[in-house]
């Protein structure tokens, strides 16, 4: 099926309120704005988010400024290592008066799920979130319950070496469209965070920027992006080297591919453009190709880290003829 290119006005709004959700997002998360503007990225490619680094860098915070700029519903999981699958996705409970089982909705029923500190949980229970990830719905007794949409999953995360955690499922990590570290901020960074968050909680003052049926729409413009069969051939490209790269033992999947061309849409989307340039998948590589591949023995002797793998195979594969070119008949608007 073909859908109409979005028009001018639909990528003017998006960008618009990309730029209100970001200015927000920064009121609390402060001096990291590459960090916040792929965070807004993926929530406008309709995928989940994985946020990874040491205990006390803002993980949670990133996540729940997020949430507090969407006026949806906000469920919040604390994974820990006796959480249950169901009490995830909900259960059944017989009513006794009318004999018949009622369905009680767990935490994921809700527009933004915030995942504390996931890779606590057991594997059993991390696996809980598949289906509602992948198909946006969860399934008990047999019986398949819609979640609502929109539906984003931000999981945060430990370094798996730190003690109490476990690593997750290379299934589980494959739904994840991004993992993003926080890392810690600069001195003039962290002294500004001190003064603002010093006798306040810079979330009590952020307030929403978008409804959640506005989100909708503004994710259903970014799918209807122009991406041009160079780019896409580009982003084949950068998937394939990963499959045969001798420094990895398991290369990108095609949900990958998949992935970084919906995001580079609305990186390209969010820069006020209607066309997805190269610059956009490049981008965004090592944020969605990274935490999906595993490293050679050879790569782990040598200290070589996977970021470093991407980077190199971004560097080494070429960008096809007319992937940079503007999409005819139409006006760049930046």
Same mark, same amino acid.
């Given at each position: 099926?073909?859908?109409?290119?979005?028009?001018?006005?639909?990528?003017?709004?998006?960008?618009?309120?990309?730029?209100?959700?970001?200015?927000?997002?920064?009121?609390?998360?402060?001096? $990291? &704005?590459? @960090? +916040?503007?792929? =965070?807004?990225?993926?929530?406008?490619? !309709? /995928?989940?988010?994985?946020?990874?680094?040491?205990?006390?860098?803002?993980?949670?915070?990133?996540?729940?400024?997020?949430?507090?700029?969407?006026d949806g519903t906000v469920?919040?999981?604390?994974?820990?290592?006796?959480?249950?699958?169901?009490?995830?996705?909900?259960?059944?409970?017989?009513?006794?008066?009318?004999?018949?089982?009622?369905?009680?909705?767990?935490?994921?029923?809700?527009?933004?799920?915030?995942?504390?500190?996931?890779?606590?949980?057991?594997?059993?229970?991390?696996?809980?979130?598949?289906?509602?990830?992948?198909?946006?719905?969860?399934?008990?007794?047999?019986?398949?319950?819609?979640?609502? $949409? &929109?539906? @984003? +999953?931000?999981? =945060?995360?430990?370094?798996?070496?730190? !003690? /109490?955690?476990?690593?997750?499922?290379?299934?589980?990590?494959?739904r994840f469209m991004a993992?993003?570290?926080?890392?810690?901020?600069?001195?003039?960074?962290?002294?500004?965070?001190?003064?603002?968050?010093?006798?306040?909680?810079?979330?009590?003052?952020?307030?929403?920027?978008?409804?959640?049926?506005?989100?909708?729409?503004?994710?259903?413009?970014?799918?209807?992006?122009?991406?041009?069969?160079?780019?896409?051939?580009?982003?084949?490209?950068?998937?394939?080297?990963?499959?045969?790269?001798?420094?990895?033992?398991?290369?990108?999947?095609?949900?990958?591919?998949?992935?970084?061309?919906?995001?580079?849409?609305?990186?390209?989307?969010?820069?006020?453009?209607?066309?997805?340039?190269?610059?956009?998948?490049?981008?965004?590589?090592?944020?969605?190709?990274?935490?999906?591949?595993?490293?050679?023995?050879?790569?782990?002797?040598?200290?070589?880290?996977?970021?470093?793998?991407?980077?190199?195979?971004?560097?080494?594969?070429?960008?096809?003829?007319?992937?940079?070119?503007?999409?005819?008949?139409?006006?760049?608007?930046?």
């Amino acid at each position: 099926m073909v859908h109409a290119l979005p028009a001018s006005d639909e990528i003017a709004d998006l960008a618009e309120t990309a730029a209100r959700i970001r200015a927000g997002m920064e009121t609390v998360i402060t001096g $990291r &704005p590459d @960090l +916040v503007r792929h =965070t807004v990225a993926v929530l406008l490619a !309709e /995928g989940h988010l994985l946020i990874e680094d040491v205990p006390g860098v803002g993980k949670t915070t990133l996540a729940k400024a997020l949430a507090h700029a969407i006026d949806g519903t906000v469920g919040r999981i604390q994974f820990t290592p006796d959480l249950l699958p169901s009490d995830l996705t909900g259960v059944s409970v017989y009513r006794q008066a009318d004999q018949q089982f009622e369905f009680r909705p767990g935490p994921v029923f809700a527009n933004v799920v915030i995942g504390d500190e996931i890779n606590r949980a057991s594997p059993k229970t991390q696996s809980a979130l598949l289906e509602c990830m992948q198909e946006a719905q969860v399934t008990v007794d047999g019986v398949s319950h819609p979640l609502p $949409r &929109p539906f @984003l +999953v931000i999981a =945060t995360q430990n370094p798996v070496e730190m !003690e /109490g955690t476990y690593a997750l499922p290379e299934a589980q990590r494959d739904r994840f469209m991004a993992r993003l570290h926080v890392g810690y901020p600069s001195a003039a960074a962290e002294l500004e965070m001190l003064e603002r968050q010093e006798d306040a909680d810079p979330l009590g003052d952020l307030r929403p920027v978008t409804t959640s049926s506005h989100l909708q729409h503004l994710t259903a413009v970014v799918r209807r992006l122009h991406a041009s069969a160079p780019v896409k051939q580009y982003v084949v490209a950068l998937a394939s080297a990963t499959r045969s790269d001798p420094m990895l033992r398991l290369g990108a999947s095609p949900r990958a591919a998949i992935q970084l061309l919906r995001g580079a849409k609305a990186i390209a989307a969010m820069s006020g453009r209607d066309h997805v340039l190269p610059d956009d998948v490049q981008e965004l590589a090592v944020p969605v190709l990274a935490h999906r591949l595993l490293p050679s023995t050879d790569a782990r002797l040598s200290g070589r880290t996977v970021a470093e793998t991407v980077q190199s195979v971004v560097a080494a594969t070429p960008v096809p003829a007319g992937a940079a070119a503007h999409r005819p008949g139409r006006r760049a608007t930046g």
